[in-house]
């Protein structure tokens, strides 16, 4: 089952344009853990596919189908960023933009963390 998955992963990434490493900034997850679940060397869980969902913009309930788990999974579970439903849909947005406004939407995150600090 974790290659079948991998597989329709692997496709919703390419039509979004989104890198394992992308996805794995995006989802909090590590880089190795994203490679091995689009290898298909590791089976997805709910949490795994709660973190990444935003930036798949996908319903977690979806791809828990996609998966064939349960649609079960805690929708108050904060995800491994403060803001991850909004990181994640950040970056599935970014990922539409040239090369020249991703360095302008880098640019104002920037200034916005300065501002923070």
């Keep these: ?24 900034r995006a989802s909090g997850r590590a880089e190795a853990t994203i490679n091995q679940l689009i290898g ?12 990444i969902a935003p930036a798949l913009e996908m319903p977690v309930a979806d791809l828990l189908v996609i998966a064939g788990l349960p649609v079960e999974y805690d929708p108050s579970r904060t995800g ?17 933009l040239t090369a020249e406004q991703v360095d302008q939407v880098t640019a104002l995150a920037r200034q916005l963390k300065a501002q923070n600090l």
């Design 1 to 24: 089952m974790p290659e079948d998955f991998a597989k329709i992963l692997n496709g919703l990434m390419t039509n979004r344009r989104l890198t394992p490493r992308t996805l794995s």
């Design 40 to 51: 298909g060397r590791i089976a997805p869980t709910a949490e795994l596919l709660q973190d």
């Design 80 to 96: 491994p960023w403060r803001a991850t439903q909004e990181i994640g849909s950040l970056v599935a947005a970014a990922t539409h």
